[in-house]
């Protein structure tokens, strides 16, 4: 079974910039495509990016096109997802998983932007 562990969360301010992780060991990693969810207080788990499995191609969602640049390691088995120009709608528990959420989810890691 694989397991996925997130970090690098932490406190920034808006404007700010964090660099998140996740690491994959065990199972099958560079043949699928990989994802980044969010989920914000209150609210529920949305999808915010995904890569392919080479890395070749991504996709983000509008909120957060043009600040946020997720990449893969697949011989690390590791996913990145480099967030810019941070605002406090981005405050959430950050999870990466498959594109079609097939691994248990990790514990997250928390991500906040305040002043």
């Known amino acids: 079974q694989v397991q996925l562990v997130e970090s690098g969360g932490g406190w920034v301010q808006p404007g700010g910039s964090l660099r998140l992780s996740c690491a994959a060991s065990g199972g099958i990693f560079s043949g699928y495509a990989m994802a980044w969810y969010r989920q914000a207080p209150g609210k529920k788990r949305e999808f915010v990016a995904r890569?392919?499995?080479?890395?070749?191609?991504?996709e983000y969602i509008g909120a957060v096109a043009g600040r946020f640049l997720i990449s893969r390691d697949n011989a690390k088995r590791t996913v990145h997802l480099q967030m810019n120009s941070l605002k406090p709608e981005d405050t959430a528990v950050y999870y990466c998983?498959?594109?079609?959420?097939?691994?248990?989810w990790g514990q997250g890691t928390l991500v906040t932007v305040s002043s």
């Open positions: 998983n498959t594109y079609d959420a097939t691994y248990a």
């Open positions: 890569i392919s499995g080479s890395g070749g191609s991504a």
